[in-house]
């Protein structure tokens, strides 16, 4: 017991120095200075008659860029949306797909004007291939042109950058509510004495609302966080969830649909005849398992700062949570879990190979399976509406 309890203290010490990091970061970015103003010389008359023309160029290049629809899919800044945020593009370097290869270029501006006029023949990666070709007039293409060079200012991604520093902060705190709210109202002592004052039904209320706010506050953040990049991703990883979700998808459909004793309210099942069926014999903690896989899947492939946090999160109240789990079921069942946990194992298969359980063709259910395909082939298709990423490594 004392040796769990120290194991989950390192985890837990791990888990926050790594959000620690994150805050660091987002702390430094906050105080970064924006860079000094060089002296500048007295402005000419002619000067001023070019700024003037410059800043006509841009307010009709922004007004192209609403009318064409193209904000509904780009922000303005770094953040991205379905397509990637236009700021601080113009001659930087990022990873494209270009005839079925991947490469490196620098977005200048033959590329950008590629971009737009013929999208399809290079696809920026990590995003969807959902980009109509435009037909613009050369003085609208060249208004664009101005408005993503004017975005890439130094001054003004400064400014992109501090904006977004605000959402790191979101997914940061998100995340530490997502994980600690569950970890602490689940606790045996702050779960016993809040539902004595407050009354089981409305402990379970809080319980929810806070678990569903710090989801929705840790998705929302990641989605408009700045891209904090930590490694570059090699296209390899994309196959990672692609290939490994179908058995996120079988836990998931048939760790819910198995009535078990890990199932927060079905405690009584430890003593019912059929307690040790189907996906339990695999694994005690199906649907825990799923959301671990689920986060581990799509880190590799998500490298920056904000992705790692979430998915992260997911993985590590997963793991934390089937010990949790185990060691409460533990206190409060005394034999009848000892008796079942001695049939299963948290591990996946373990139970099996060790022979404390068998497989037979009745722990199979055909129905759930093809239910998971069903959730699987539906994930993959609503992926870009929903994530705004194409989950397909290749067109
Ligand atoms: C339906 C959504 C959508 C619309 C509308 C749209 N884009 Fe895109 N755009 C994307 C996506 C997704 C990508 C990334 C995939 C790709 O490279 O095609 C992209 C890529 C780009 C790129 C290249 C970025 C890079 O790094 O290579 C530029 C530039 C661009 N869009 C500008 C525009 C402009 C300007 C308009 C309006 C005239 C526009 N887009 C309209 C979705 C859209």
């Keep these: ?18 959000i620690g990091g994150g805050w660091a970061e987002a702390l430094a970015q906050s105080t970064q200075k924006p860079p000094a103003q060089s002296a500048q010389k007295q402005p000419t008359r002619s000067d001023l008659a070019s700024s003037i ?28 949306h379905i397509g990637p945020g236009l700021a601080g593009l113009w001659n930087k370097p990022r990873a494209i797909q270009r005839g079925g290869k991947r490469l490196h270029a620098i977005a200048d501006r033959e590329a950008l004007l590629r971009a737009l006029r013929e999208p399809q023949s290079e696809i920026r990666e990590g995003y969807a291939p959902v980009m109509p070709a435009y037909r613009l007039a050369a003085q609208e293409e060249e208004a664009i042109l101005a408005v993503l060079r004017d975005l890439s200012e130094p001054q003004k991604l400064q400014e992109a950058r501090t904006k977004g520093t605000v959402s790191l902060w979101h997914v940061i705190l998100g995340a530490l509510l997502f994980v600690f709210g569950h970890l602490g109202l689940s606790s045996l002592a702050v779960r016993r004495r809040l539902s004595d004052r407050l009354g089981n039904g409305a402990f379970q209320g809080l319980y929810s609302i806070i678990a569903l706010t710090a989801m929705l506050w840790m998705s929302w953040g990641w989605s ?31 760790g819910v649909s198995t009535p078990s004793p890990t199932t927060a309210g079905q405690e009584n ?39 790692v946090i979430l998915f992260g999160s997911v993985t590590f109240l997963a793991l934390v949570g089937m010990a949790h789990i185990d060691a409460r079921r533990r206190a409060t069942q005394g034999e009848a879990w000892q008796a079942f946990a001695q049939q299963t194992s948290a591990l996946p298969f373990l139970a099996v190979i060790q022979g404390r359980t068998r497989l037979t063709r009745k722990d199979v259910s055909l129905l759930r399976l093809s239910a ?24």
């Design 1 to 18: 017991m004392r040796n769990l309890g120290m194991r989950y203290l390192v985890l837990v010490g791990g888990w926050v120095g790594f």
């Design 53 to 80: 023309r410059r800043k006509e160029h841009l307010v009709l290049g922004r007004k192209v860029l609403v009318q064409q629809g193209c904000t509904g899919c780009h922000r303005l800044d770094l953040d991205r």
């Design 224 to 254: 408009s966080a700045p891209y904090v990049e930590l490694w570059v991703a090699p296209a390899w990883t994309r196959y990672l969830p692609l290939l490994g979700m179908p058995v996120v998808c079988v836990l998931f459909v048939l």
């Design 269 to 307: 099942r430890l003593s019912a005849q059929d307690a040790v069926q189907g996906i339990l014999k695999i694994t005690r903690h199906p649907s825990l398992w799923s959301f671990a896989l689920w986060g581990m899947l799509h880190i590799p492939t998500n490298g920056d700062l904000a992705s």
């Design 372 to 395: 998971a395909l069903v959730v699987y082939v539906a994930l993959l298709y609503t992926h870009t509406l929903f994530v705004g990423v194409s989950p397909f490594p290749y067109r």
